[in-house]
């Protein structure tokens, strides 16, 4: 049986959606206090420049992949654009959607896993997902899904954790591993599910894998952008053909 990574430790490939949708269920409640706190506000901040990143013009339509509790979808909404919301965890998805709402507008909503989109071929001329990839089974699988999703001349835009310059990684780790399961605990009721998550982030692919992913799901002029000292990074490439 194929086996994958949940955090540090090796699972089965069929159980790791299941364990990632039991994370989200658990802290959902308090995600959005949790981003603040551990990440001091900031990551307010990466979103805003992700979204100035992908360039989204009024009447466009954008789909937001792992949407969660929907902060890049409402940024979009408000720049004009057409927007669906799409995430395998259907409680996340729906306090995105009362969020959405409660700001005023309305997006379609779609329960789904990223690796099988429920969309019609180019059918978008933005695909983001923010702070999701990570936590999907085939990444592969999912970025291909993306890029077949794309109009030509779309772009997706991938807003993740990433590799921290080196000389920061030990009080990166120390805060990390440590800090955020006790903060985890405290906050929401749940250390494992904040390990897990720190877990996640070393296992995930670098800057430069990961645009080199994007590359062979058919994306073209890829490039990347380090915040936070490359702790978090945005990648954006172009379907052209």
């Not at 658990?26 to 805003?48: C, E, F, P």
């Not at 990143?53 to 789909?63: F, I, N, P, Y």
């Not at 985890?184 to 749940?190: E, F, K, L, S």
Request: contains cysteine; positive net charge.
């Amino acid at each position: 049986m194929a086996e994958t990574h949940f955090g540090f430790e090796r699972v089965a490939e069929a159980d790791k959606a299941r364990r990632v949708g039991e994370v989200f269920d658990s802290v959902a409640r308090r995600y959005d206090l949790m981003n603040d706190l551990m990440s001091l506000g900031l990551h307010r901040l990466w979103k805003a420049f992700a979204v100035q990143v992908a360039r989204v013009r009024s009447g466009e339509r954008v789909l937001d992949v792992a949407s969660g509790s929907g902060d890049l979808a409402r940024a979009f909404a408000a720049r004009g654009a057409e927007v669906c919301m799409t995430d395998i965890n259907g409680e996340m998805l729906g306090r995105g959607r009362d969020r959405m709402a409660d700001a005023g507008r309305l997006a379609p909503a779609v329960q789904c896993d990223a690796e099988r989109l429920p969309f019609r071929s180019a059918s978008f001329d933005c695909v983001s997902v923010g702070f999701g990839l990570r936590n999907m089974t085939r990444k592969e699988a999912a970025l291909a899904e993306m890029a077949r999703v794309l109009k030509p001349g779309g772009r997706l835009l991938v807003l993740e954790f990433s590799q921290i310059w080196k000389p920061l990684q030990k009080p990166y780790d120390l805060y990390s591993l440590h800090v955020l399961p006790w903060l985890g605990a405290r906050v929401a009721g749940d250390a494992a599910a904040y390990r897990y998550l720190a877990e996640s982030i070393r296992m995930h692919p670098d800057q430069v894998s990961l645009a080199a992913m994007l590359e062979r799901a058919g994306l073209e002029q890829v490039e990347y952008f380090n915040l936070a000292a490359g702790a978090v990074a945005v990648h954006r490439g172009y379907k052209l053909g």
